[in-house]
Nanobody, 124 residues
């Protein structure tokens, strides 16, 4: 079973930047970042296909966040710029570990492996 470990979260002021990381213990296909605040449902932040060439973003982060991956290192990254207080929450790395045809999708149930999460806090 593939294990995912996130790191890089922390506290930053409104307008600041953070880069978070996820390392996988095995092979993965589509990968994604989800986030969840205590009072909100889990939402998709960004998706990336196995080759790293096709990316998708949640509407609230488009133009501010960038997802990328390094398959040789089995690593997933999320560069977060122009952070806002509403970006605060626990950020989870997720991965498909079974090959599936078609574009990456945003449904959490599509992802078999999940990390424990890394906390991001943006203060105003």
């Amino acid at each position: 079973q593939v294990q995912l470990v996130e790191s890089g979260g922390g506290s930053v002021q409104d307008g600041g930047s953070l880069r978070i990381f996820c390392e996988a213990s095995g092979s993965t296909y589509c990968m994604a970042w989800f986030r969840q605040d205590q009072e909100k449902a889990r939402e998709v932040v960004a998706l990336i296909d196995p080759s790293g060439t096709d990316t998708q973003y949640g509407e609230s982060v488009k133009g501010r966040f960038a997802i990328s991956r390094d398959n040789k290192k089995r690593a997933l990254y999320l560069q977060m710029n122009s952070l806002k207080p509403e970006d605060s929450g626990m950020y989870y790395c997720a991965a498909e570990t079974t090959f599936r045809l078609g574009r990456c999708i945003s449904r959490p149930e599509s992802y078999e492996a999940w990390g424990q999460g890394t906390q991001v806090t943006v203060s105003s």
